[in-house]
């Protein structure tokens, strides 16, 4: 398990898993204790850094309140049961369902971490797949699910997703993204603030265009304030800039772009007047970040979070690859670049490169995308009544009630369903509900691969964890639970389970047939790998369409027709629309911070001590007109709900706009979790709106909610 062993102590290496950004961790042990956890300065990819969550892993670990055995409910009571009996409690009461109410009567809602758990990711599906329901859900549509659909609409596969070449731009225009907090999204980064020192070092510039002034604007050469839900209009505004300048430019890509002129015909007529009317972004400012675009020799856009989880999500995405694309910057070093990871899961066998649209959901008819339903559906599909509703629910790793719109009326759904399974750690808001809950070892426990992450890094790279501490006793892992699963479910379908390899020959057959595989001069193998347990760096991100797209044509499309639909819609609603009246309600968004993890870790108390940061920020100017002083508590009211929070009366947020953190609001009653419940904060998703979504995808928009904030 360990490379060194000095005097009772191990020091061993690995990467954490915890967020995008993979760093490189070394972490010291003493028999069952573990004494220290330190950046890996000899990790090449992250370089020694770590955030502080990094020690949250010891508290993971440790946690009392983590679930070590399963537990069923009997009488409304927790019970530790075996695990021949859990996994049986849980087939049965599916099977039962899946009998009398039929297949689609299961939902599954699978979360974020099952994307950071290798082990789920190549095995979740044996068991999962044998609930043939097209109830799922996941965390992509909280999340990037524009972005996904971006990748598979104009380059041919859901994961192929230019990535900035952030060591290499002169110019680096960024929209709702804070990677300083967040440590990078869909922009595998670990040490960000260091690879922006460099590109200003090298002359270059970074713009951060955000509602509120992040830690990322803070280090950047300009932030810009942006009313929310607006970049969709800030964007087609930049592209005309260009388009009118004669400043476009697709050099060699020109040969294999189809579309581009129905695009912009689409959005025509968005002069930086008209975008600056509603994003609040002067029009001399849009025209000179145009042209300094433009004129830059390497220039990339990128947004997240607040580009996708809003009104215009796809369009945002959507103009963000076209902004790319005509200034000869998407595929060319120091603009936007696809990886080539060393396991090619875009080409391995059984994978999916998208789909939309193929059905549609029960109740609101919304399109099926890249094979689920948004998560925004999911209560609806719960709560009403008819042939098809969902009447059991299995979540894997994830916590809905809190992370996705109108927590309340999730929590109200899953209280009313007749089974509930929760695959996860904890005893949480969301898993509280379940009939069973099956826990799995912890994360140090096991060991780990980044299939997902390694797809969307800044470099290609790749390394293999060990396992860091031995297993706790009578846990099993996430893999191999579902394993256990699939045998007790296929038994009761009467069906054989499918054969099934542990995760490790998975890995090692990944690398040996990819691109840095047997075939090549680097020769990876999990070996390789495991002799060079700092990881291996494979080189920059290179231009690689057209080969690399996966399209049949190879081809890049840039008018997706459901897209410019949806364009000409939004262009003509631009075009008509009224300048803003001075709004009585404010527009709500999100915020992440260093310390806290999405919906979990706020067990751990050295992350969640301190100043409570589940605040509402606030204009020093609304705060003013609604009678609000620092520390006061502001009632916060939406369609959908109504909750009281202390307030932060700060010039770091846009006048009209209030930020929340998700993930808080742990005081719901029966939730296990000590130190969570103490600091429990409120949860944000008690006001976002699940009517609310992204036009083209139903994403949920979890940022530019309607609010209205009052003393109280
Ligand atoms: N308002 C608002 N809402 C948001 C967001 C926002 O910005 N604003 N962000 C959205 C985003 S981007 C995301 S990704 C979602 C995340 O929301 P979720 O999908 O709910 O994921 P988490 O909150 O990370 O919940 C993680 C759960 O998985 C469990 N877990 C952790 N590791 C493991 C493991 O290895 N195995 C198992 N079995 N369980 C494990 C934890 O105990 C925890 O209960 O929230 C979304 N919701
Ligand atoms: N510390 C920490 N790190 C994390 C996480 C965490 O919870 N905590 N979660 C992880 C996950 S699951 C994800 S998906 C990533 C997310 O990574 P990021 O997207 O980098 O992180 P966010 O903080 O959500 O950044 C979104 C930004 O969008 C802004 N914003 C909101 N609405 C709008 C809008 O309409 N327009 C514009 N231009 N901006 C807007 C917000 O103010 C915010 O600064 O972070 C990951 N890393
Ligand atoms: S930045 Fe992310 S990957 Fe790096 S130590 Fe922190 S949580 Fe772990
Ligand atoms: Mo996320």
Same mark, same amino acid.
């Given at each position: 398990?360990?490379?060194?062993?000095? %005097?009772?102590?191990?020091?061993?290496?690995?990467?954490?898993?915890?967020?995008? =950004?993979?760093?490189?961790?070394?972490?010291?042990?003493?028999?069952?204790?573990?004494?220290?956890?330190? !950046?890996?300065?000899?990790?090449?990819?992250?370089?020694?850094?770590?955030? @502080?969550?990094?020690?949250?892993?010891?508290?993971?670990?440790?946690?009392?309140?983590?679930?070590?055995?399963?537990?069923?409910?009997?009488? !409304?009571?927790? *019970?530790?049961?075996?695990?021949?009996?859990?996994?049986?409690?849980?087939?049965?009461?599916?099977?039962?369902?899946?009998?009398?109410?039929?297949?689609? =009567?299961?939902?599954?809602?699978?979360?974020?971490?099952?994307?950071?758990?290798?082990?789920?990711?190549?095995?979740?599906?044996?068991?999962?797949?044998?609930?043939?329901?097209?109830?799922?859900?996941?965390?992509?549509?909280?999340?990037?699910?524009?972005?996904?659909?971006?990748?598979?609409?104009?380059?041919?596969?859901?994961?192929?997703?230019?990535?900035?070449?952030?060591?290499?731009?002169?110019?680096?225009?960024?929209?709702?993204?804070?990677?300083?907090?967040?440590?990078?999204?869909?922009?595998?980064? #670990?040490?960000?603030?260091?690879?922006?020192?460099?590109?200003?070092?090298?002359?270059?510039?970074?713009?951060?265009?955000?509602?509120?002034?992040?830690?990322?604007?803070?280090?950047?050469?300009?932030?810009?304030?942006?009313?929310?839900?607006?970049?969709?209009?800030?964007?087609?505004?930049?592209?005309?800039?260009?388009?009118?300048?004669?400043?476009?430019?697709?050099?060699?890509?020109?040969?294999?772009?189809?579309?581009?002129?129905?695009?912009?015909?689409?959005?025509?007529?968005?002069?930086?007047?008209?975008?600056?009317?509603?994003?609040?972004?002067?029009?001399?400012?849009?025209? =000179?970040?145009?042209?300094?675009?433009?004129?830059?020799?390497?220039?990339?856009?990128?947004?997240?979070?607040?580009?996708?989880?809003?009104?215009?999500?796809?369009?945002?995405?959507?103009?963000? %690859?076209?902004?790319?694309?005509?200034?000869?910057?998407?595929?060319? +070093?120091?603009?936007?670049?696809?990886?080539?990871?060393?396991?090619? /899961? /875009?080409?391995?066998?059984?994978?999916?490169?998208?789909?939309?649209?193929?059905?549609?959901?029960? +109740?609101?008819?919304?399109?099926?995308?890249?094979?689920?339903?948004?998560?925004? /559906?999911?209560?609806?599909?719960?709560?009403?009544?008819?042939?098809?509703?969902?009447?059991?629910?299995?979540?894997?790793?994830?916590? @809905?009630?809190?992370?996705?719109?109108?927590?309340?009326?999730?929590?109200?759904?899953?209280?009313?369903? &007749?089974?509930?399974?929760?695959?996860?750690?904890?005893?949480?808001?969301?898993?509280?509900?379940?009939?069973?809950?099956?826990?799995?070892?912890?994360?140090?426990?096991?060991?780990?691969?980044?299939?997902? $992450?390694?797809?969307?890094? *800044?470099?290609?790279?790749?390394?293999?964890?060990?396992?860091?501490? @031995?297993?706790?006793?009578?846990?099993?892992?996430?893999?191999?639970? $579902?394993?256990?699963?699939?045998?007790?479910?296929?038994?009761?379908?009467?069906?054989?389970?499918?054969?099934?390899?542990?995760?490790?020959?998975?890995?090692?057959?990944?690398?040996?047939?990819?691109?840095?595989?047997?075939?090549?001069?680097?020769?990876?193998?999990?070996?390789?790998?495991?002799?060079? @347990?700092?990881?291996?760096?494979?080189?920059?991100?290179?231009?690689?369409?057209?080969?690399?797209?996966?399209?049949?044509?190879?081809?890049?499309?840039?008018?997706?027709?459901?897209?410019?639909?949806?364009?000409?819609?939004?262009?003509?609603?631009?075009?008509?629309?009224?300048?803003?009246?001075?709004?009585?309600?404010?527009?709500?968004?999100?915020?992440?911070?260093?310390?806290?993890?999405?919906?979990?870790?706020?067990?751990?108390?050295?992350?969640?001590?301190?100043?409570?940061?589940?605040?509402?920020?606030?204009?020093?100017?609304?705060?003013?007109?609604?009678?609000?002083?620092?520390?006061?508590?502001?009632?916060?009211?939406?369609?959908?709900?109504?909750?009281?929070?202390?307030?932060?009366?700060?010039?770091?947020?846009?006048? !009209?706009?209030?930020?929340? #953190?998700?993930?808080?609001?742990?005081?719901?009653?029966? *939730? &296990?979790?000590?130190? =969570?419940?103490?600091?429990?904060?409120?949860?944000?998703?008690?006001?976002?709106?699940?009517?609310?979504?992204?036009? +083209?995808?139903?994403?949920?928009?979890?940022?530019?909610?309607? +609010?209205?904030?009052?003393?109280?």
């Amino acid at each position: 398990m360990s490379e060194l062993q000095t %005097q009772g102590t191990a020091v061993h290496r690995r990467a954490c898993h915890l967020c995008e =950004a993979i760093c490189g961790l070394v972490i010291e042990t003493r028999g069952a204790e573990i004494v220290s956890i330190r !950046g890996d300065e000899q990790d090449p990819f992250s370089r020694g850094h770590i955030c @502080p969550k990094a020690l949250g892993l010891k508290d993971i670990h440790e946690d009392p309140d983590r679930l070590r055995k399963p537990v069923k409910k009997v009488d !409304g009571q927790w *019970v530790e049961t075996s695990w021949e009996d859990a996994i049986e409690t849980a087939c049965e009461g599916l099977f039962q369902v899946q009998k009398t109410h039929g297949s689609q =009567a299961i939902g599954v809602y699978q979360g974020n971490p099952n994307v950071h758990n290798w082990g789920l990711m190549t095995h979740a599906a044996n068991f999962l797949g044998l609930i043939k329901t097209k109830n799922r859900f996941s965390a992509t549509s909280v999340d990037q699910l524009p972005l996904q659909l971006m990748g598979y609409w104009m380059y041919g596969h859901q994961l192929l997703i230019p990535i900035p070449d952030i060591d290499h731009t002169d110019y680096f225009l960024m929209l709702g993204a804070n990677p300083i907090a967040s440590n990078g999204s869909l922009m595998t980064v #670990p040490d960000v603030a260091k690879r922006i020192k460099a590109l200003q070092a090298r002359g270059g510039k970074l713009i951060v265009i955000d509602p509120r002034r992040t830690e990322t604007a803070d280090v950047a050469d300009h932030h810009h304030f942006i009313q929310p839900g607006t970049d969709a209009a800030f964007l087609f505004a930049l592209i005309n800039t260009i388009v009118e300048a004669k400043a476009t430019r697709l050099g060699r890509l020109e040969e294999f772009t189809q579309g581009l002129q129905e695009a912009l015909d689409s959005i025509a007529g968005i002069t930086a007047e008209v975008a600056s009317k509603v994003c609040g972004i002067s029009a001399d400012q849009i025209r =000179a970040i145009a042209l300094d675009f433009a004129r830059a020799e390497k220039a990339v856009c990128y947004g997240r979070m607040g580009t996708c989880t809003q009104r215009h999500g796809t369009l945002c995405q959507w103009a963000m %690859q076209l902004l790319n694309l005509i200034t000869g910057n998407l595929d060319s +070093v120091g603009g936007a670049l696809v990886t080539q990871p060393a396991v090619d /899961l /875009l080409n391995a066998p059984g994978n999916k490169p998208g789909s939309y649209g193929r059905w549609a959901s029960r +109740v609101g008819q919304k399109s099926e995308v890249l094979g689920e339903f948004p998560s925004s /559906l999911m209560a609806e599909e719960i709560l009403t009544e008819g042939e098809g509703k969902i009447q059991a629910m299995v979540t894997v790793a994830g916590n @809905p009630v809190l992370s996705t719109p109108n927590g309340q009326k999730l929590d109200q759904a899953l209280e009313s369903l &007749k089974f509930m399974v929760s695959i996860d750690l904890y005893i949480n808001e969301t898993s509280r509900h379940a009939d069973v809950i099956l826990p799995t070892s912890g994360p140090l426990e096991h060991d780990h691969y980044d299939l997902i $992450f390694n797809i969307f890094g *800044v470099r290609n790279q790749a390394k293999y964890s060990a396992a860091t501490m @031995p297993r706790q006793e009578g846990l099993l892992h996430d893999w191999e639970l $579902f394993n256990k699963l699939a045998a007790c479910y296929s038994a009761k379908l009467g069906t054989a389970p499918k054969p099934s390899f542990p995760p490790q020959m998975v890995l090692d057959m990944g690398l040996q047939m990819g691109p840095y595989g047997a075939q090549s001069t680097v020769g990876l193998s999990l070996e390789k790998l495991k002799a060079h @347990p700092e990881g291996i760096d494979l080189g920059p991100l290179k231009p690689s369409f057209p080969a690399r797209l996966m399209n049949e044509s190879k081809i890049i499309q840039a008018a997706p027709e459901v897209v410019v639909t949806a364009a000409k819609a939004y262009v003509a609603e631009l075009l008509q629309a009224v300048p803003p009246m001075p709004s009585p309600t404010l527009s709500l968004i999100g915020r992440r911070h260093v310390r806290s993890n999405n919906s979990w870790m706020h067990n751990s108390l050295r992350l969640v001590k301190g100043k409570n940061r589940c605040t509402l920020w606030i204009h020093p100017a609304d705060a003013q007109a609604l009678g609000l002083k620092e520390g006061d508590s502001a009632q916060v009211q939406s369609r959908v709900g109504r909750l009281t929070v202390p307030v932060e009366v700060t010039d770091g947020i846009m006048p !009209g706009v209030v930020s929340l #953190p998700h993930g808080w609001g742990h005081a719901r009653a029966g *939730v &296990k979790q000590r130190v =969570a419940v103490e600091h429990a904060g409120v949860s944000a998703n008690d006001l976002t709106d699940d009517l609310y979504v992204d036009v +083209v995808s139903g994403n949920a928009a979890v940022n530019g909610v309607s +609010v209205t904030v009052s003393k109280g």
